[in-house]
């Protein structure tokens, strides 16, 4: 099962972990999760406040986990999703947890697939796997507290989250299978030019580098404006396929 998300009418929101009785929304107390399954898609009356229930987004994950790093903003996740080609049946390799918000992201996305997350923090580690949990994701999500370096398996898709990605080249390419991507996301110009001549030097092919920009509209009757909460750099994706000759 996977959680739910309860959306108040000044708009902040509630995660509902998943359960098969009561579960604990944190500010809300315990509540019926089998009912609020019943009531998807309605909104209904807590106390003195109404609350939209719905299932959750990745819109929601920056604003629903614990964090003790810098996470992969939403923007990023959906398109590295896509640079990666990764379906629902995917098998994804992941390094550098974090806070575990890419996890969320890809696991959202793989109903049949599998993700492996390699990272080499224990406290970072339980920050991830408590927030996994808490979304309902764990089921088809493995994590190794090690170094990917040690990475094992045959993997469709690569996603570094590390500061120096040049380092571990080697192993992404003894697990990638042939045709498989490697995305890579890193804050600094100065980042991004070493990883590309590390792919480059490694057999990637096809390498794209963007940076994501969002700005979001406020909506109102003869005002409608960009918003005052500009949502600029957070850092740059870099996507390259493994190619053999």
């Not at 599998?114 to 999500?141: H, M, P, Q, S």
């Not at 030019?193 to 092919?205: C, D, I, L, N, P």
Request: glycine share 8%.
């Amino acid at each position: 099962m996977r959680a739910l998300v309860l959306v108040r009418d000044d708009g902040r929101l509630f995660l509902a972990p998943p359960s098969t009785g009561l579960t604990k929304v944190d500010g809300l107390g315990l509540l019926d999760f089998g009912k609020l399954m019943e009531s998807v898609g309605r909104v209904i009356p807590l106390g003195t406040r109404e609350y939209l229930v719905r299932r959750t987004t990745l819109d929601d994950i920056p604003h629903l986990i614990e964090r003790k790093a810098q996470i992969v903003r939403e923007k990023d996740a959906a398109r590295i999703i896509s640079l990666c080609n990764v379906g629902c049946d995917s098998t994804v390799l992941e390094a550098g947890a974090g806070s575990g918000a890419m996890s969320i992201a890809f696991l959202m996305h793989l109903t049949s697939g599998k993700l492996v997350t390699y990272e080499v923090r224990e406290d970072f580690a339980a920050i991830a796997r408590r927030n996994v949990e808490r979304f309902g994701l764990a089921d088809r999500w493995e994590l190794r507290v090690e170094d990917v370096r040690n990475a094992r398996g045959e993997y469709d898709a690569v996603f570094l989250d590390l500061p120096e990605p040049w380092e571990v080249m080697e192993a992404v390419q003894r697990v990638l299978r042939p045709g498989g991507a490697l995305c890579v996301y890193l804050p600094t110009f100065n980042q991004l030019e070493r990883a590309r001549e590390a792919m480059e030097a490694h057999g990637f092919r096809d390498i794209k580098a963007l940076e994501v920009i969002e700005r979001e509209m406020v909506v109102r009757t003869g005002a409608t404006r960009p918003t005052n909460e500009h949502m600029g750099h957070t850092a740059y994706i870099m996507r390259g396929f493994k190619a053999l000759r």
